[in-house]
């Protein structure tokens, strides 16, 4: 089993010197959406027996692209701090700025100021969403909201932020007193 690990995580890190590169991104997004869309809500309906063995599942999938779980939720805080930083705070800002006026769009918001309007809210409950994640795993971790969001913007492979003050008790994890 670790040589086809090991296989296919040299052919992954090719992938990624190749134009097929942004595409393996791609395929990870798809199988992360399929996870929430699919998994997310028949998991609920599980016993743990079949939650345990579904789960299974779901984490050989992403480990069939060469991804374990502590790369998939490294990628998955690393990329929500891209979306914060480079979709959700320069769209609110553009689109604030069309609101009120400042920037001219000529007719556009005659016709889609309703929807400029409803875009504007939906940014701003993704943007305190987000930064209310942060500010509950930062607290968690016992860190300064702006070093964890630095932390996660690093994410690299096999990386979780502050795994080092983490421990597993029963199975659950909780902050060591360190």
């Not at 992938?15 to 929430?36: K, N, Q, R, W």
């Not at 599942?57 to 069939?64: D, I, K, N």
Request: with cysteine.
């Amino acid at each position: 089993f670790d040589a086809h690990r090991t296989c296919a995580w040299r052919l992954v890190s090719v992938a990624y010197l190749t134009c097929f590169g942004p595409l393996y991104f791609v395929l990870i997004d798809v199988f992360m959406a399929l996870e929430s869309i699919v998994w997310g809500p028949v998991s609920l309906l599980l016993s743990t027996g079949c939650y345990s063995k579904g789960e299974g599942f779901v984490e050989g999938v992403f480990q069939a692209v060469g991804m374990s779980k502590m790369d998939l939720e490294g990628y998955k805080r690393q990329r929500s701090m891209a979306q914060l930083a480079f979709e959700t705070v320069p769209q609110l800002i553009l689109q604030s700025l069309v609101f009120a006026g400042v920037l001219h769009t000529g007719n556009l918001m005659a016709s889609a100021g309703r929807t400029i309007a409803i875009s504007i809210c939906m940014s701003f409950v993704n943007l305190f969403m987000q930064v209310f994640k942060l500010r509950v795993e930062s607290h968690g971790l016992g860190e300064v909201i702006s070093t964890y969001a630095f932390e996660c913007m690093q994410a690299r492979s096999g990386w979780v932020p502050f795994v080092d003050l983490m421990t597993s008790v029963g199975g659950m994890r909780v902050v060591s007193e360190a």
